[in-house]
């Protein structure tokens, strides 16, 4: 169940996020790479939010684990980054394309981060199959 939850949290911080990279890039003319970040800066509070409690269930200090949670954010953003850059820079894909490449390296990275070192409630069994 908190596979599935986490799936549809990121479709919801995705859609968010890819509108707004999207209209940055078209609208703004801003740069793939800033509009990238933008995107992503606009789902990490409801992804926070939405994740702690709905998702992986943290009943730990807010303060931890949002300061855990940027951590993933930002090295799963890095990670996207590269992604894209590689797909567009280097293999001359579309830069709007390259932007779902990224959201696949994301999307792994962000649920292993979150489920066992931004959420990890004290006492809590980090590998309960039930909850997977």
Do not use: E, K
Not at 35 to 61: E, I
Not at 103 to 117: D, L, P, Q
């Amino acid at each position: 169940m908190q596979v599935v939850r986490f799936l549809f949290v990121g479709a919801l911080n995705t859609t968010i996020g890819l509108a707004c990279i999207v209209a940055a890039m078209r609208w703004l003319a801003m740069d793939y790479r800033l509009a990238n970040a933008v995107g992503y800066a606009a789902g990490c509070v409801l992804g926070f939010v939405l994740n702690r409690t709905w998702v992986f269930g943290d009943r730990g200090p807010w303060l931890g684990s949002l300061a855990r949670w940027l951590g993933v954010v930002v090295a799963c953003w890095g990670l996207n980054v590269v992604a894209v850059v590689l797909l567009h820079d280097g293999l001359g894909v579309d830069a709007y394309a390259a932007q779902l490449g990224g959201v696949v390296t994301y999307t792994g990275a962000a649920f292993t981060g979150g489920r066992f070192f931004a959420f990890r409630a004290s006492g809590r069994v980090l590998m309960d199959t039930r909850t997977i």
